[in-house]
């Protein structure tokens, strides 16, 4: 199979995306509430846009898994294309991965922030900030797995060698 930045990353970011909803599934319904967890993302998003309405729960888990997706998607291709640049310089994975755990520190700290959101309403920040780590590790496992020189580069770049 022929990996593009494009395809690696799309399928890095389809793989995520599904990873946390199977995740946030999962959670939901061991609390006898499916489909929670996207019905009050959804409803925190699609009021950005304007106020709420009488939109039905499905409304809501339809837009927020559209964004989801979206967003995982544009993620994965980010990945993909830090993955293609560390074959050149491989010394960017390096700061890659400070960006990714500077990332998570603060996705952590804004999921705790708004865990009482009014926005978003009750929402457990264990729940989404631990769906963010599933889908970094399926993620970065499909790269893995579809670089095997990643770990010579990342050998490389946390060698301290250049």
């Known amino acids: 199979m022929k990996h593009t930045v494009m395809r690696d990353g799309v399928a890095?970011?389809?793989?995520?995306?599904t990873a946390v909803a199977i995740w946030f599934l999962a959670i939901d319904t061991l609390y006898a509430q499916p489909l929670a967890t996207p019905a009050a993302l959804g409803r925190g998003l699609l009021r950005l846009f304007g106020p709420p309405g009488n939109d039905g729960m499905m409304t809501f888990v339809v837009g927020y898994t559209v964004f989801h997706y979206f967003?995982?998607?544009?993620?994965?291709?980010l990945l993909s294309v830090i993955v293609y640049w560390a074959q050149r310089q491989p010394?960017?994975?390096?700061?890659?991965?400070?960006?990714?755990?500077?990332?998570e520190i603060g996705f952590y700290a804004l999921s705790?922030?708004?865990?009482?959101?009014?926005?978003?309403?009750?929402?457990?920040?264990?729940?989404v900030a631990s769906g963010n780590l599933v889908?970094?590790?399926?993620?970065?496992g499909y790269m893995w797995r579809a670089?095997?020189?990643l770990k010579d580069e990342f050998s490389y770049a946390l060698g301290g060698r250049e």
């Open 135 to 140: 889908a970094a590790v399926v993620m970065g």
């Open 12 to 17: 890095a970011g389809a793989l995520g995306a």
């Open 147 to 149: 670089h095997p020189e």
């Open 91 to 103: 010394t960017v994975l390096a700061g890659a991965m400070m960006l990714f755990v500077a990332f």
């Open 71 to 77: 967003a995982f998607i544009l993620v994965g291709i």
């Open 112 to 127: 705790a922030a708004l865990q009482q959101s009014p926005l978003l309403g009750t929402l457990g920040w264990v729940q």
